[in-house]
């Protein structure tokens, strides 16, 4: 199982990014899918997250300007992030909670994918 973020990039303040997460590797079910932060010398920030039920929860810091959503196969998380701000600034990264994949199916409680860098200019 994997999961691959991409969509990062560089964006003026105000613009907007659109970040994507999938995963693979004969995935039957995700729980829910979450989008996390990390600014150059600062923790780990939690942005946003996605239930399997489509249920979302935003960071303060994000609230009325990301969304998150799922495709129907539930397999794909999206970040729309608008009205981007240099504070915004980071590698952000996804996290699948409650994968079954396989025939079994077997079970992987957390999985992260790799980073992916956004940059936003003042």
């Known amino acids: 199982v994997q999961l691959q973020a991409c969509g990062g990039g560089l964006v003026e303040a105000g613009g907007s990014l659109r970040l994507s997460c999938a995963a693979s590797g004969s995935i039957v079910s995700i729980n829910s899918m979450g989008w996390y932060r990390q600014a150059a010398g600062k923790q780990l920030e939690w942005v946003a997250t996605?239930?399997?039920?489509?249920?979302?929860n935003y960071a303060d810091s994000v609230n009325g300007r990301f969304i998150t959503s799922r495709d129907n196969a539930k397999t794909t998380a999206y970040l729309q992030m608008n009205s981007l701000k240099p504070e915004d600034t980071a590698v952000y990264l996804c996290?699948?909670?409650?994968?079954?994949?396989?025939?079994?199916?077997?079970?992987?409680?957390?999985?992260w994918g790799q980073g992916t860098l956004v940059t936003v200019s003042s």
């Open positions: 996290k699948a909670e409650g994968i079954r994949y396989g025939s079994t199916p077997d079970y992987l409680p957390n999985t």
């Open positions: 996605i239930s399997k039920g489509v249920t979302t």
